[in-house]
């Protein structure tokens, strides 16, 4: 059990395109998503924590307006890099919580490239 | 401030031979602890968890953990390391039932020499 989906696993774009990122559980309710970026060999940095029907709460340094995060159910979070530039290519990876909220899942994680 | 430290970046290790992979935190509280695995490219697996209760945890794939009170410590050991298990390994702390907004370390890189 505890499984967490993201789509794409992968993705490339153009500078100044928007691109969706998708994080599922499969079969938990996830009252809690979490979204995280990595750089290359370095830690997961948490960017964002979203409760179903909420609005996110965004960690310092972290542009809420660039990074739109949707809750809007207990299955589903999105994460939408707008206008995406290449110094947002990464590593973003999400993780789920379900209502005790004492340990996260996490998804294996979408690879963005921006040309 | 709470923290989580990792103090190897890198670690190299001969097939077969025992492994221990350090982890410090700092919390006001005793908090949730975990050790997590990630292969290239990969999400983070979950190897093993502390609450509460006794303080050596056994986990996935042979591998253990004790939990240190005195020396704020949450070391991840394993006493045979196969070929496979060489890949990026970071302990991670929360509190209460927030635990799952985690606190990570660095991460340490296991190298596995044949």
Redesign the interface.
Known sequence: GAV?S?HPSWVICKSGTSVKIECRSLDFQAT?M?WYRQFP????M?MA?SNEGSKATYEQGVEKDKFLINHASLTLSTLTVTSAHPEDSS?Y?C?A?GS??????????T?LTVL | AQSVTQPDIHITVSEGASLELRCNYSYGATPYLFWYVQSPGQGLQLLLKYFSGDTLVQGIKGFEAEFKRSQSSFNLRKPSVHWSDAAEYFCAAGIGTNAGKSTFGDGTTLTVKP
């Open positions: 967490v993201q809690t979490f060999k370095q830690s997961l948490l924590t590593f990876i993780s919580a005790g909220n004492n340990e996260q899942f996490f998804g294996p994680g690879r």
